[in-house]
């Protein structure tokens, strides 16, 4: 019988020991939990390194959020930084994209799952669920199905909607770009002023401004940092520079 190795990731220690001892309990199921974040991709490296690689994680999606009635984030064990659920999920999925990820919440947010479905989760379950649920969701993902509650199905298709035509319009008004000014908008994306990137594309500083001038304009947009939201929705990513430290991205709401 091929077994299901299953990853419970939830800051909250009864909560992750209680779910990971009810899984284990079925015959096909070997189980491990994880505190934190970082906790889980260490489990995660120690499993691939061992050749026992996991198969489905299932992350609580308010991991790392600190409480209420707390002034400070949640830190992992011995300060470790705290990473939330669905950050764990993407850099998952980038990392090991055969693990399937489910996340388990407290309440129905459509906003939420669709950002969750966005990042490769694979479902969004309510952490009250039945066993039998959960685990009829854990079987579903390994055969790719992806599992939503009916009643956030409407809103999350519609959050997924609004998401896909925000980035077509993104795209749409990058193609309008000059090459050089595509390439001018790169190095806006990583962050460096109108002096650095007069440097790197061998170019006098006027001339930048003017193409920095130029980008803001097709784009729409007011700012160096309101160009680069827009740039980073439609996936624009950064010009590839060796050091980017010190570099001024904006002064003022104006091109740097």
Known sequence: MARIRVLVVDDHRVFAESLAAALAAEPDVDVAAAGSGPAAL???????????????????ADLGVAPAASPVASNGPEGEPAVDGISLVAGVRKAQPAVRAVVLAERDDAGRAALALQAGASGWVAKDCSLQRLLAVVRGVLRDETHLPPALLTGVLRELTAARKHRTDSERLVESLTPREREVLRCMVAGLGRKAVAERLFLSPHTVRTHMQNVLGKLGVHSTLAAVALAR???????????LAGNVVERGGQPA
């Open 42 to 60: 260490r489990c995660l490296d120690r499993g691939v390194a061992e050749g026992r690689r996991f198969d489905v994680l299932l992350v609580d």
């Open 233 to 243: 929705r439609a996936g624009v990513g950064p010009a590839p520079l060796p050091e």
